[in-house]
Nanobody, 121 residues
Framework: QVHLMESGGGLVQPGDSLRLSCVVSGSIFSINAMGWYRQPPGKGRELVATIAGSRTTTYAGSVKGRFTISRDIANNTMYLQMNSLKPEDTAVYIC???????????????WGKGTLVTVSS
């Protein structure tokens, strides 16, 4: 089975920084792409950033220039460096990965349980 585990969330003040991590474990042949989503209180899930390979990235307009997504392919780990945090960044941040479990399988999406980021003065 494939499991995703996020870490690094917490309570910070506006302007502070945090770095989130997501580790994928289990039966992994390859991870085609990964991404970070977030769910603000009382709202739906929204895309934050994605990464395919080690360099191809996309960002939501609200975080572009402040957040940086990266990954360590060898260790099945993804990061989200969050700078200049704003109160509107408050959300549960959720890890997503498109994982192939064998050479004979296609990639399917797996999700973590999320880590809470609270930005408040």
């Amino acid at each position: 089975q494939v499991h995703l585990m996020e870490s690094g969330g917490g309570l910070v003040q506006p302007g502070d920084s945090l770095r989130l991590s997501c580790v994928v474990s289990g039966s992994i042949f390859s991870i085609n792409a990964m991404g970070w989503y977030r769910q603000p209180p009382g709202k739906g899930r929204e895309l934050v950033a994605t990464i395919a390979g080690s360099r191809t990235t996309t960002y939501a307009g609200s975080v572009k220039g402040r957040f940086t997504i990266s990954r360590d392919i060898a260790n099945n780990t993804m990061y989200l460096q969050m700078n200049s945090l704003k109160p509107e960044d408050t959300a549960v941040y959720i890890c997503n990965a498109a994982v192939r479990v064998s050479s004979a399988s296609y990639a399917i999406d797996y999700w973590g349980k999320g880590t809470l980021v609270t930005v408040s003065s």
